[in-house]
C-alpha cells in the first residue's frame, strides 16, 4: 500500500487500513447485511496478498466504513463496501470509493470492476452514480440467499469525472 494519506470530508477521515482495524472493519461488514461478510482472520490473511488495497473511515477515532479492493495489472475490482447504517447518506462511501479509485488509478488500472446482489438497489444506485455501468449478470451466483450478481465495471478514464458532491 501507498504512504500514509487522510483525507477529510465534514465529520469523518479516509484512511489507510492498518492490520489492527481487522476487527472493526469485519464488525462493520457483519452488520451491513448486502456485503459480504469477512472474518478478521480472512481480512489479516488477505492484506499482505500482492494488490490488496484497503481503506477506512473514521469518526472521532472511531471506525464507521470500509472499503476493499485488489488490483492485478491494468484491472482492479472493489471487493467490499460498507458503511455503518447510521453514517450512510453523508457522503462517507463515495469518499472511500474515490480514494480508492485514485489509488488504482494512481497504480495504471484502467478497468474496475465489482458484483452486487441483484436486490440491492440502494448499491446499485450508488456504483451507477459513481461512474460503474453494468456489463453483465451471473445467474445464482450468491448464497445465502441465492441471487445473481450483477457485474459493473468502470473504465478509468472516467475517475476524473467521479462528482465532487452530490
Ligand atoms: C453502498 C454504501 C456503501 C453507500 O455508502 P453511503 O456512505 O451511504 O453513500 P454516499 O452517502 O457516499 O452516497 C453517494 C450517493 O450515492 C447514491 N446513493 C447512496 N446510497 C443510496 C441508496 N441507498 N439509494 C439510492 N442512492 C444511493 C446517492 O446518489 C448518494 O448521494 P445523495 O445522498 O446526495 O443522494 C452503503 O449504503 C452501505 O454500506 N450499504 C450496505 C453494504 C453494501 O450494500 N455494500 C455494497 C456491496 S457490493
Redesign the pocket.
Known sequence: MGAEQNHKEGAFEVREFRAEDAAAASEILRE?R??ASWSCQALVEFMPLPGAVALMSERAGRPT?FVLGRLVADEAEVL????CEE?????????LLVELLRRFAESGVSRVF???RES????I??YE?MGFRQSGRRADYYREPQEAALVYERTQESTSLVPKT?
Open positions: 451491513a448486502e456485503s466504513g467490499n463496501l460498507a458503511v453514517c450512510r447518506r453523508q457522503g462517507e462511501g463515495r469518499a465489482l458484483e452486487v440491492n438497489l440502494g448499491a444506485d450508488f452514480r452530490s
